[in-house]
């Protein structure tokens, strides 16, 4: 099974302060995404990556940045923490063979503002 | 154009119940339309998808029925239990191979003993 890890499962930060969320997935697929999952609002796309070094903007990347130095690892970061990007943040992988089309999400990053 | 419309925004079904979940779009490049069930405190997990070119696909208790025409599809999950309790998503890719999903904004349902 794909494996999608998110290295924290809740993070309290400050204001102002600059954050890093980790996503490692283990299959070697080249689609990444990044989503956050507010009540009311489901789930929005914030960034996603194609390949290593690749990124484009979703729906609402205002606020964040992301790298992808290494196939497997995809980091969204918020280059200065605001109360309004406390969330859940989603990472998915995608696998985008026709017969074994799908993303896997990790279990999330729960972040706390403050 | 990009939207994803799902209803109802919450649903409480007795025990040995059938669950509906409709969703709706608008935009005819849409090629796959999966179902994503999520539990507190974790990330959503894909339960049953489904490509433009089928009407119906089962899966044991989860079935979605596809139209085409209508731009429409549903998620019905057939005697419903109390471990079906969730949020439920639905989706649609428009980003061919490479993928993009757009989600509805999910239902949260609840079955009662």
């Known amino acids: 099974d794909v494996k999608v890890t998110q290295s924290s499962r809740y993070l309290v930060k400050r204001t102002g302060e600059k954050v890093f969320l980790e996503c490692v997935q283990d299959m070697d697929h080249e689609n990444m995404f990044w989503y956050r999952q507010d009540p009311g609002l489901g789930l929005r796309l914030i960034y996603f990556?194609?390949?290593?070094?690749?990124?484009e903007k979703g729906d609402i990347p205002e606020g964040y940045s992301v790298s992808r130095e290494k196939k497997e690892r995809f980091s969204l970061i918020l280059e200065s923490a605001s109360t309004n990007q406390t969330s859940m943040y989603l990472c998915a992988s995608l696998s985008s063979g026709r017969a074994s089309y799908g993303y896997t999400f990790g279990s999330g990053t729960r972040l706390t503002v403050v | 154009q990009q939207q994803v419309k799902q209803s109802p925004q919450s649903l409480i079904v007795q025990k040995g119940g059938i669950s509906i979940i409709n969703c709706a779009y608008e935009?005819?490049?849409?090629?796959?339309f999966p179902w994503y069930q999520q539990f507190p405190g974790k990330g959503p997990a894909l339960l049953i998808a489904?490509?433009?070119?089928?009407s119906e696909k089962k899966e044991g208790r989860f079935t979605i029925s596809f139209n085409k025409s209508a731009k429409q599809f549903s998620l019905h999950i057939m005697d419903s239990q109390p471990g079906d309790s969730a949020t439920y998503f639905c989706?649609?890719?428009?980003?061919?191979?490479?993928?993009?999903?757009?989600f509805g904004k999910g239902t949260k349902l609840s079955v009662k003993p």
């Open positions: 489904i490509r433009p070119d089928v």
């Open positions: 990556s194609y390949d290593v070094k690749m990124k």
């Open positions: 989706a649609a890719n428009f980003g061919g191979s490479q993928g993009n999903l757009i």
């Open positions: 935009n005819t490049a849409f090629d796959y």
